[in-house]
């Protein structure tokens, strides 16, 4: 992921923000709802040919590393979506390929959301969802990114995409554009409207956009994009902060938390899901399953 990439974080304060006032508050109204969350954690991509032999068999072949990828982790960021709209036959395939318990969260088509910005997209839209509910039991929340240029003053297009959404497909919503994030009668109005079409959002945590950690949870959901640095040693201390607070999120009554996790290239990925389910497991006493590395050999040695 190239946004907010920065080439030097020597100088980035990584301290999460507090939460959004309301972010409590939409928690709270459905504490009573869930004692035990559904948690998913995963990558953007299954196809990665560093990880064969690390993550999947050493005679894995491309085919079939979606297959291999679901028995390692139980969800995906589908970034693929964004680029087309799967056929019939893709959607079967990828679940004939699916673990029991797999989630895919669907990544909206760039024509909605960076061409058309929203604008006479209902069409689209509809044959998109059409396509992901083929996904069964196995489609999570799907998320829309909007473009960087898509500004509050579109936020007549937003309200008008929202109220006409289809209610049965989960959605979370990634804002982009700085103004998002500066406290302003149309920013509420837009995080109310979220809130009240129960839509939730993306939260994204990279070097280079400290603004987009704006903490704002608009349903029981949370939807967290992070974006490593190659596992520098401030990779674990971010993730370790963001297990501290999801972790008061769920006591406060989250009921599902999506992880998502990029590194550059992905090649690290893995490493950082398993820190990230191995201490949620210790400090939060859940039983995740973490994906299984199998240590690599370094060039260069004999024994």
Same mark, same amino acid.
């Given at each position: ?18 939460? /959004? ?75 004939? /390929? ?48 909007? /473009?960087?240029?898509? =500004? ?17 497909? =989960? ?12 406290? =302003? ?36 959901? /949370? ?81």
């Amino acid at each position: 992921m190239d946004f907010g990439k920065l080439s030097d974080i020597t100088s980035v304060d990584f301290t999460l923000p507090a939460d /959004a006032s309301q972010t409590k508050t939409v928690l709270q109204k459905n504490a009573h709802k869930a004692s035990k969350p559904a948690i998913y954690v995963g990558c953007p991509i299954w196809t990665n040919k560093d990880w064969v032999g690390k993550v999947y068999p050493s005679h894995a072949k491309e085919k079939d590393f979606l297959y291999h990828y679901s028995r390692q982790f139980n969800t995906i960021e589908l970034n693929t979506t964004h680029y087309r709209i799967p056929d019939p036959e893709t959607i079967e395939r990828w679940k004939a /390929a699916a673990a029991p318990g797999f989630t895919f969260s669907p990544k909206f088509p760039q024509i909605i959301s960076h061409e058309k910005q929203l604008d006479e997209a209902e069409d689209l839209t509809l044959e998109f969802c059409e396509a992901i509910r083929g996904l069964g039991e196995h489609l999570g929340t799907s998320f829309l990114q909007l /473009a960087p240029n898509f =500004s509050p003053k579109y936020f007549p297009l937003l309200e008008k995409y929202v109220k006409f959404f289809p209610k049965d497909i =989960s959605l979370a919503i990634e804002f982009r554009h700085q103004d998002w994030f500066k406290s =302003s009668p149309v920013t509420d109005k837009a995080f109310d409207l979220l809130e009240q079409y129960n839509i939730s959002t993306v939260i994204t945590d990279v070097a280079g956009r400290r603004d987009v950690l704006h903490q704002r949870l608009t349903t029981p959901i /949370a939807m967290i994009r992070f974006v490593g640095n190659g596992l520098h040693p401030t990779d674990y201390t971010r993730v370790s902060d963001w297990i501290e607070r999801c972790l008061q999120w769920i006591e406060s009554g989250l009921q599902t938390l999506y992880f998502f996790v990029h590194e550059p290239d992905n090649k690290f990925s893995p490493e950082l899901v398993a820190y990230f389910i191995q201490q949620l497991n210790e400090k939060g006493k859940f039983s995740l399953t973490p994906p299984r590395i199998t240590p690599q050999p370094v060039q260069g040695t004999l024994f």
